[in-house]
């Protein structure tokens, strides 16, 4: 079992979409400091997918000091600075560009796809105006 999930798209490799799961999972406080980290084993059994690509992901957030190796322990979530509004932003950094992307191609204004936000966001909050 793993902490976090993982939603697999075509077009995008695997080990991107793994670390930004566990990125997102991180930063929004879904996983804590100190919390364990899947072993390789169990991150490519339980997302089926290459024990190589669960060793990549975790070697890259151990590079990028969001995990560290404790001694009898394992792997666990490292000791993070408070996340910013920045560091959450850039979670949604690419599906922000095939927004922007999608609306362009079908001639939207900005004021529309703000609008179209909007009224998502309402109605995800319980909030829908009718």
Not at 6 to 21: C, D, I, M
Not at 89 to 96: I, M
């Amino acid at each position: 079992m793993i902490p976090f999930r993982v939603a697999f798209k075509p077009g995008s490799s695997l080990y991107e979409q793994v670390v930004y799961s566990a990125k997102k999972a991180l930063i929004s406080g879904q996983l804590r400091p100190g919390d364990p980290f899947p072993s390789v084993r169990t991150l490519s059994t339980a997302l089926k997918i290459n024990p190589n690509t669960a060793h990549k992901v975790i070697t890259q957030l151990l590079n990028e000091g969001l995990l560290e190796v404790r001694a009898g322990m394992g792997t666990v979530v490292a000791t993070l600075p408070a996340s910013t509004a920045a560091a959450r932003s850039r979670l949604l950094d690419n599906e922000l560009e095939q927004l922007v992307v999608e609306a362009k191609k079908l001639s939207m204004s900005l004021e529309q796809v703000s609008g179209a936000l909007a009224a998502h966001w309402s109605r995800l909050d319980g909030k829908e105006k009718k």
